[in-house]
């Protein structure tokens, strides 16, 4: 079996997560996308995230209707900081020896991979799947090392997915829902509805205007 991980904060999860998920799942011939929001990011420390609990939350609801994508709670269960090595390993004991997992990064990520923990071993246990982002060309990846051991770099640099590219973050729906702007379409119904029905970001409690 082959399974994809698309690990993140997911603050919130936005359409273009599921639009990286679903073309790298095709590309790739992946049986399943496991969706793990992280407990504890460990590249942001400090900064003011939404609690465990309703990233999740927002993940399952953005899943929902996909049965090739799956919300998997094991790092907020977990809790601490979430390192991909110590999820990948849990995964693989729970999920059989049989099991090919594919964790997908974006491009923008490959320059931080020689920060991660363990990132030797990682790269040996998973292969990675890296999907292109506006203003990284995958010829400049490959002229660069980034400071990874040579053996992980032609890991890490093995399978490419030019996926369709969607100008939005997570960090930019925040600041909308903050400001009252609009944000349908760019992220699931049911997540805008779970965002202003709880309160997060700022919005006061009320309907989305797609319901009005």
Not at 18 to 23: G, P, R, Y
Not at 36 to 48: E, M
Not at 162 to 186: I, P, Q
Request: glycine residues 8%; hydrophobic residues 40%; neutral net charge.
């Amino acid at each position: 079996m082959k399974i994809g991980i698309l690990g993140g904060t997911f603050d919130p999860i936005h359409v273009g997560h599921l639009m990286i998920a679903e073309t790298v799942r095709d590309e790739m011939g992946l049986d399943r996308v496991l969706f793990i929001p992280a407990a504890t990011p460990p590249h942001k420390h400090g900064q003011a995230i939404t609690a465990a609990e309703h990233r999740l939350e927002m993940v399952r609801l953005a899943v929902e209707g996909n049965r090739a994508f799956e919300a998997c709670d094991v790092e907020v269960r977990r809790g601490g900081v979430s390192y991909s090595i110590e999820t990948l390993k849990e995964l693989k004991e729970n999920m059989g020896a049989g099991t090919r997992f594919f964790l997908i990064i974006g491009a923008d990520s490959v320059r931080e991979l020689a920060t991660w923990k363990d990132i030797d071993e990682l790269a040996r246990l998973s292969e990675f799947v890296v999907a292109a982002r506006p203003g990284f060309r995958i010829e400049d990846l490959l002229s660069r090392d980034f400071g990874l051991a040579r053996e992980t770099r032609a890991s890490v640099l093995r399978h490419f997915v030019d996926a369709v590219r969607v100008d939005v973050s997570s960090t930019e729906l925040r600041a909308r829902f903050s400001d009252g702007k609009v944000v349908r379409y760019m992220l699931p119904d049911a997540v805008e509805r779970y965002i202003r029905a709880k309160g997060l970001y700022g919005t006061k409690t009320s309907t989305p205007a797609a319901d009005r």
